[in-house]
């Protein structure tokens, strides 16, 4: 029922980003036969499709993460190869320049590693390689809701991937912010194409964050991009208290009636205790009052350990307060999007993105995954990779 990953989490202009999509966590085979090898393990041909409007000369490509075989941080170079980054690769006025211009991506092949694809349009994204907390070199991502980042004024977007000798795993991503429409295709054993916006998709994300009062501040500049809900409490964006209303009756309503989460494990039944937790019992830690940073993050009195256990029950509580479905049914996980999003009190960000969306399915928060409502596919046999530039 849940496809539990772990996210690339937001990050600060000085943090360093941790790898995205664990890649055991994927759904992945054990044993699974490996892929093709060429000069780099995995040697997935990935392609580039420009439809933004914008020149191919505009565009760059950036891919970057971790090597699998290595566990270190890597960039990806014009020949396929996974290279680890490197304090002394700081050359261009103090950061990287990991570029791949989309006119040289012909060619281009992804080794085996858990990362992102980053598209950046008329001006060049600004990686910086660190020393981490064990001196190890590392990268600082860009980190588009934060204005004293670098790369705060580029326009630019991402895709998420981990790809092994079990498979590729790949999405889309708004759970950060969205900027640049993009789509994707996995061919392998089946076809598969997600991401995409409806015609004029774009123009109705803005159009509707900026209708709505509390959350018109989130869109950046002219357009350039609309920032989450969740970093916009931490820029002073957006109401830090914006569901403490909604939380506040799902605790009474749930301190006399029974919540009943079903995992792949079985069914949990909880109640809001006298000391003020959510407690299901069978193995499932309670859980304290939330807040709505809490909510919008799927973190802090919310946050899913990779335990089997009480991480599948906290990720489809992160989806039910997101999608607003906790008063208008005991019974979770929701699986009708109909019910999704009706509350005034609701993650309208998230409602958006699904909106535009030409298959409904998007990344709007980190568990959007739930009841496969994810901008995600996956293949156990892939053989090409294809990232769209969809019209603006």
């Not at 939380?247 to 109640?271: C, H, M, P, Q």
């Amino acid at each position: 029922m849940i496809d539990r990953r772990s996210f690339l989490r937001g990050v600060g202009a000085a943090a360093v980003a941790a790898p995205l999509l664990g890649a055991a966590a994927c759904g992945a085979r054990p044993g699974a036969a490996r892929l093709t090898d060429g000069a780099q393990a995995g040697a997935l041909p990935v392609s580039f499709v420009n439809n933004s409007g914008y020149p191919d000369s505009a565009v760059r490509v950036y891919i970057v993460g971790t090597d699998l075989a290595t566990g270190q941080q890597c960039r990806v170079t014009r020949d396929g190869a996974a290279a680890p980054v490197q304090e002394s690769d700081n050359a261009d006025n103090g950061f990287t320049d990991y570029a791949i211009p989309l006119t040289e991506t012909a060619g281009l092949t992804l080794p085996f590693m858990s990362g992102r694809i980053y598209l950046a349009l008329e001006d060049k994204l600004r990686f910086k390689v660190v020393a981490d907390g064990n001196g190890r070199p590392a990268l600082q991502y860009p980190a588009g809701w934060v204005e004293s980042d670098p790369n705060y004024t580029v326009l630019h977007d991402t895709v998420e991937f981990t790809h092994n000798d079990t498979g590729m795993y790949c999405n889309t991503t708004m759970v950060d912010q969205f900027s640049v429409p993009l789509a994707i295709r996995l061919s392998g054993e089946r076809e598969q194409t997600t991401g995409a916006l409806k015609p004029g998709g774009r123009a109705l994300v803005f159009d509707e964050i900026a209708a709505h009062p509390d959350f018109s501040p989130l869109v950046v500049g002219d357009r350039l991009r609309v920032i989450a809900p969740g970093h916009g409490i931490d820029s002073g964006r957006f109401p830090a208290d914006y569901y403490a209303a909604y939380i506040d009756e799902v605790w009474a309503r749930y301190g006399g009636t029974d919540l009943r989460v079903t995992t792949n494990t079985g069914t949990f039944t909880g109640r809001v205790d006298g000391s003020g937790r959510l407690a299901f019992g069978g193995g499932v830690a309670p859980f304290a009052r939330p807040s709505t940073r809490d909510v919008l993050f799927c973190d802090g009195a919310l946050a899913a350990p990779n335990d089997g256990v009480t991480g599948p029950v906290a990720a489809i509580l992160g989806a039910a307060f997101n999608r607003s479905t906790l008063l208008t049914t005991a019974e979770h996980p929701v699986t009708d999007p109909a019910a999704f999003y009706t509350a005034p009190t609701t993650n309208h960000y998230a409602r958006v993105m699904h909106e535009a969306s030409e298959d409904g399915r998007a990344y709007g928060f980190a568990f959007d995954d739930v009841s496969e409502f994810a901008s995600y596919i996956q293949d156990h046999a892939p053989t090409s990779f294809e990232v769209t530039l969809t019209p603006f």
